[in-house]
């Protein structure tokens, strides 16, 4: 009751703190308005989305499967009318899922639903067996003897809850991350843990873990959280449970590789702008929201500008390869493209609409991410920083200096399905997706250049 009296004065005095003179919101450009309010109708993104799915379907890293999806960028790519479309190829280690499956043998015999986490070592066809021993959280495996875990099954849960901005999985994806590390140099002989998720389904959440340098590998897999809890459960009573482990897999090398399209500016000596998503998924669903969704909005963006006028700036839309097994074609392009770009930006975080815009353009550029703040509110996205932005494939560039731009989309329901065999094409919307579309429609009009920053030059005929 407190608290509510508290809020209610807070929402009584809302209208004086609104009084308070806001930084000025720049108008906006009509051409850019009328970009970003025609792409409301959008249609490419869902062509792109439900093609990839559909035709493709999962696209592991470094598999024959990602090199279907390759073939399939390079045809859509060109059938848009993007310019300079061409494949940029590199090799990776493979990881590739065989049979799963986790049974409690005693004292409640009893299966439970499991998925491998992506590097996780291979059991013997026949799987292993162990006594389990539980922590809740990654601080206590930590914090526990050598002696209470060496030789058992460590079982480590989280308490991951959902958030917009997907916060929750930096920082309580620990288990995953650092979980099978910690494990075996205890010495224990596999791991699983509560998926790094917020859905009460039986699908387990995948995703990659690294061990760290001269660490003996082990089986590693995530429980759905309804079995990590039974789980939980069943070692409350006290009594020593054992599991029988199957988690198959197999290693190897593969080739990947970034799927690369232009729009080309009017200076090409200008640098471009990167818009990108990932290519490549889990194998377990159809990555549609991760990452179908991304590379179909950046390029549905592309398009459109391409459409309407031809930018002063060149504009690269980039389809990353083995973004999930550890950022492989982000490095990639890295390695490849060691110049400047005008701006990066990638859409990897699911199907949600764009509640938020950062920008770090540099100090001498924050007019420009005044102008895109400018531009997107209309689609109800809110002014974020303008000295922090990131990314995915494309994080370790703007860590080292590459200027960026952060369409932050609506996390909530983005760990429901994250990693899962529910990543289909069925849980997008395609009113967010186009609102996604419009939002970089807009961001790609304002930065590519022609409108309020340029002067205005002679029409081509
Ligand atoms: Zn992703």
Redesign the pocket.
Known sequence: MKSYLIGAFLLAAAPALAQQPAAPMRSVDPQVAALRDAALKDDIAWDIVEGLTTEVGQRLAGTEAEARGRDWAIRKLRALGFANVHVEPFDMPTWIRGPESAEILAPFPQRLVVAALGNSASTPPEGITGEVVGFDSLADLQAAPDSVVRGKIVFVSHAMQRTQDGSGYGFFGGPRRQGPTVASRKGAIAIVIRSIGTDYHRNPHTGVMTFAEGVKPIPAGALTLPDAEQLQRILSRGQPVTMRLTLVSTTGRGRSGNVIAEVPGRDPRLPPILVG??LD?WDQGT?A???AA?IAIVTAAAKRIMNARQPLRTIRVVWFGA??PGLFGGFAYQKAHNEPHYAMAES??GAGRVWRVNSKLGKDREPEGRALQAALAPLGIVPGKLDQADG?DIGPMIGAGAPGVELSQDGTHYFDL?HTPDDTLDKIDREDLRQNVAAWTAMLAVLSGGIQTEPKRPRRR
Do not use: L
């Open positions: 998503g990932h998924s990555g929201i991760d990452d991304g973004e999930e990897d975080f995915s994250h």
